[in-house]
């Protein structure tokens, strides 16, 4: 572990720290480390202090609390909705990659679909369907980021089914569902987790972005997104509301990108970087 933590860049390490940390303050929403994000701690719309670090809401409940709640929410929801598209799309995409023809085809009209949704449509589409709530921020987060995954999935697969050990398996006689995941699947691992990662940054934009509509988590239940919903009414009066919850969904994402960006350069070396 720490000689693949000095493999990292110092940019890496700097954004595996701050995914760190959010992991866990998510962890300690679940202790109510903070306190209770449903208690009225104090007065309407205090500023930063000594008794609230981050201030109180409209309504007189602290902000860190709350903050440590929306933290947990969206991570939460986020990744389990990126653990589906992560097993949907490296099974589509091996299919398609390995089999071609008509799986192929098929495989890849329904994601160019997809695909060319606005990502907010899809969402609020998706929503208008489901309802809001955690299922509706789920079930939009997989549709958005399913198509990229996807497709480059099947063109890495395509690559590695062209490669002489996968010829020498089939030749030999290797069954299919063998050949998928003992040769297949290990050679597009890099690219799986790759991509998990930006999946993941585009979960927690997509599920702020619902949110903050209205359409994905609802209150009083906290996202950062529903933070920065209710934060954006008192922009003026109050406006720790909606930076504090801003700044730490610019940090996750910045950080999973970041993180995302060092895997590369471990993965996929023939990359090139332009961060460094």
């Known amino acids: 572990?720490?000689?693949?933590?000095?493999?990292?860049?110092?940019?890496?390490?700097?954004?595996?720290?701050?995914?760190?940390v959010l992991v866990l303050a998510a962890l300690g929403s679940m202790v109510n480390l903070g306190g209770d994000p449903a208690e009225i701690a104090g007065g309407r719309l205090q500023p930063p202090g000594p008794d609230h670090w981050l201030g109180t809401d409209n309504l007189g409940r602290s902000l860190l609390p709350r903050?440590?709640?929306?933290?947990?929410?969206?991570?939460?929801?986020?990744?389990?909705?990126?653990l589906v598209t992560a097993v949907l799309s490296t099974a589509l995409g091996i299919v398609a990659g390995y089999l071609g023809g008509m799986v192929n085809n098929l495989v890849m009209r329904v994601v160019e679909?997809?695909?060319?949704?606005?990502?907010?449509?899809?969402?609020?589409?998706?929503?208008?369907?489901?309802?809001?709530?955690?299922?509706?921020?789920?079930?939009?987060?997989?549709?958005?980021t399913i198509p990229l995954m996807t497709r480059l999935v099947r063109t890495a697969s395509t690559s590695v089914a062209q490669r002489d050990y996968v010829t020498s398996?089939?030749?030999?006689?290797?069954?299919?569902?063998?050949?998928?995941?003992?040769?297949?699947?290990?050679?597009?691992?890099?690219?799986?987790?790759?991509?998990?990662?930006y999946a993941l940054s585009v979960g927690i934009l997509v599920e702020g972005g619902l949110s903050f509509?209205?359409?994905?988590?609802?209150?009083?239940?906290?996202?950062?997104?529903?933070?920065?919903?209710?934060?954006?009414?008192?922009?003026?009066?109050?406006?720790?509301?909606?930076?504090?919850?801003?700044?730490?969904?610019?940090?996750?994402?910045?950080?999973?990108?970041?993180?995302?960006?060092?895997?590369?350069?471990?993965?996929?070396?023939?990359?090139?970087?332009?961060?460094?």
């Not at 997809?114 to 997989?142: D, K, N, Q, T």
């Not at 299919?176 to 290990?186: G, K, S, T, W, Y």
Request: net charge positive.
């Open 169 to 197: 398996a089939v030749v030999s006689g290797v069954r299919l569902p063998r050949i998928l995941i003992r040769h297949v699947l290990p050679n597009v691992a890099g690219t799986i987790a790759v991509q998990g990662t």
């Open 213 to 276: 509509l209205g359409f994905g988590v609802q209150p009083p239940q906290a996202s950062l997104g529903v933070l920065i919903q209710e934060g954006g009414v008192y922009m003026v009066a109050a406006p720790w509301l909606i930076i504090t919850p801003g700044v730490v969904l610019i940090l996750a994402i910045l950080s999973i990108n970041v993180v995302g960006d060092g895997l590369r350069d471990r993965l996929e070396p023939r990359e090139t970087r332009s961060l460094r």
């Open 67 to 82: 903050l440590l709640e929306g933290i947990g929410v969206t991570l939460l929801l986020s990744s389990i909705a990126v």
């Open 113 to 144: 679909l997809l695909y060319a949704f606005p990502s907010i449509v899809l969402a609020i589409l998706v929503a208008a369907v489901v309802g809001p709530g955690r299922p509706a921020a789920m079930a939009a987060i997989v549709l958005v």
């Open 1 to 20: 572990m720490t000689g693949w933590l000095r493999r990292l860049d110092w940019l890496s390490r700097c954004g595996l720290f701050c995914l760190l």
